[in-house]
């Protein structure tokens, strides 16, 4: 029986990687037909077994289509199954377009491939490989219905050219990106406007707290832009960060709030022997450093700090307030070249190689003791209240009053970052640091990173903060390096 189509949409043909880097893929493309080649449900099952974020996501995706097709013969499977009503409950809110003009939101139909296809595999295309099968059924699927606009979505660079070059139109699989660019993504701060003072210094009201911490209240419609936790700062002609700096308290219509932000640079007060030798640096302390911040993103380059800043400040916490009982420092295991192999010992023993950066900056926090026996004595103590751990083991897990540390967590996907999100409990903070121009996980842009996710989805929470480093300060070298490589 041949499938019939509703020849005023789209068509779209998805790709295995699709449902099994999104498994909600199947409900994301509004009232748009999409259609599953047989190849796509053999490549589910391979890929089921194992305990991987990909095995798991092929096992929904197999539920998922189970729950589809589990009332349906095979002439309603052929005629196109619809996609509305029984789809999952957590997938109804985000499932499909807003609503325009009053109208409720409505899905297509969902297609299998239930016979073979009716066009030859071109010349072009030698062998006999799950890829081809897909293009296959795709220019298939063109030639059949010439009225529909057919598109394969694959997040397969190779498989979109060879679909391009055999005269297939192709797309990358669009919906898990945050940002169109991610230039987008907010930096965490930003400029007054020069003639700040003479434009509002008049109404600017100010007063002290009991600390003797200088506040503001500001209102006009630049607040509109801002969010809870941001930093304005008033530029000072040489660029020397020493001009005004503010932080944004609260926010109430078009007025707010702000305070003075803590020195933490040079000849000021240091944390654990390391200051501030930027603005940027200066904002970030400021949000590693206030307890009533639970979850801070901080971004930049090889070289500005990220890990050094991140790890006094938890050192600071731990050791001199006794604000949080341990540091927990982890990172998704990818690595930058071929990988090494097995790695024998027990779970911290396997994970030391990867946290080279945690042994380098702790060298730097610890040098300054006098003595051998001194440097040995604090990094004894170090070892008892810094304690490292595989992101493998954390699901089902809680933490409380830990300092939590995710090294390399652009290499994070959404799902893998809401995971280790929500394992803090009450007092633990969540300090999350990476370079989004480092990715090495397959399937992850800048776009699609869980880094750039949550950098997204914290904007404007008061309890979280975010904060772009953009200067190097590792060396010259490193700083000519990344500037010019």
């Known amino acids: 029986m041949a499938e019939t189509f509703m020849t005023d949409h789209r068509i779209f043909v998805l790709d295995t990687n699709v449902l099994m880097?999104?498994?909600?893929?199947?409900?994301?493309?509004?009232?748009?037909?999409?259609?599953?080649?047989?190849?796509?449900?053999?490549?589910?099952?391979?890929?089921?077994?194992g305990t991987s974020e990909v095995s798991r996501n092929a096992r929904q995706v197999s539920r998922m289509l189970d729950e589809i097709v589990s009332e349906a013969g095979r002439a309603q499977i052929a005629d196109g199954l619809p996609l509305t009503g029984d789809r999952p409950r957590s997938l109804q809110a985000a499932s499909t377009a807003p609503a325009q003009n009053g109208e409720a939101s409505r899905l297509g139909r969902i297609f299998f491939q239930t016979r073979p296809a009716a066009t030859a595999l071109p010349d072009l295309l030698p062998g006999n490989k799950p890829d081809n099968s897909i293009l296959i059924c795709a220019l298939?699927?063109?030639?059949?219905?010439?009225?529909?606009?057919?598109?394969?979505?694959?997040?397969?660079?190779?498989?979109?050219?060879?679909a391009a070059v055999i005269g297939i139109h192709a797309e990358d699989y669009y919906n898990d990106q945050v940002l169109e660019d991610v230039d987008l993504l907010h930096s965490g701060h930003c400029p007054l406007p020069e003639d700040f003072w003479a434009s509002h210094g008049?109404?600017?009201?100010?007063?002290?707290?009991s600390q003797g911490r200088a506040h503001y209240s500001l209102q006009g419609p630049m607040v509109s832009e801002w969010t809870p936790n941001q930093f304005v700062y008033l530029p000072d002609p040489e660029d020397e960060g020493t001009g005004l700096e503010l932080r944004v308290d609260r926010i109430a219509g078009d007025s707010a709030e702000l305070s003075v932000v803590e020195d933490y640079r040079e000849g000021k007060r240091g944390v654990w022997g390391v200051h501030a030798k930027n603005r940027e640096q200066n904002f970030a302390l400021n949000l590693l450093l206030d307890p009533d911040i639970d979850f801070v993103t901080l971004l930049g380059a090889a070289g500005t700090g990220k890990t050094l800043l991140t790890l006094a400040a938890g050192l600071a916490q731990t050791l001199d307030e006794a604000r949080y009982r341990e540091i927990i420092m982890t990172r998704v295991t990818v690595p930058l070249g071929e990988d090494i192999?097995?790695?024998p010992g027990?779970?911290?023993e396997k994970m030391t190689p990867w946290m080279g950066a945690l042994m380098d900056n702790l060298e730097v926090l610890t040098h300054g003791g006098d003595s051998e026996w001194e440097r040995a004595a604090t990094n004894e103590l170090l070892a008892k209240r810094i304690?490292?751990?595989?992101?493998?083991?954390m699901r089902g897990r809680t933490f409380f009053?830990?300092?939590i540390i995710i090294d390399e967590a652009q290499n994070l996907t959404s799902k893998q970052m809401r995971t280790m999100i929500t394992r803090c409990g009450p007092g633990t903070k969540m300090v999350c640091l990476g370079n989004l121009a480092q990715i090495d996980t397959p399937y992850l842009s800048e776009t699609t990173s869980g880094l750039t996710y949550v950098v997204d989805r914290f904007g404007g929470w008061p309890h979280g903060g975010h904060i772009t480093l953009a200067r190097g300060e590792r060396s010259r070298l490193a700083a000519f390096a990344s500037e010019v490589l």
């Open 346 to 348: 027990t779970e911290e």
């Open 21 to 49: 880097h999104d498994p909600s893929a199947l409900y994301r493309f509004e009232e748009h037909d999409i259609y599953i080649p047989m190849v796509v449900l053999e490549e589910l099952d391979a890929a089921k077994k």
């Open 401 to 403: 009053n830990r300092f």
């Open 140 to 162: 298939s699927l063109a030639n059949e219905q010439p009225d529909a606009a057919v598109t394969l979505v694959s997040k397969d660079i190779n498989l979109r050219i060879k």
């Open 202 to 209: 008049d109404a600017m009201q100010s007063w002290q707290d």
């Open 387 to 393: 304690k490292i751990r595989s992101l493998n083991f």
């Open 341 to 343: 192999g097995f790695l």
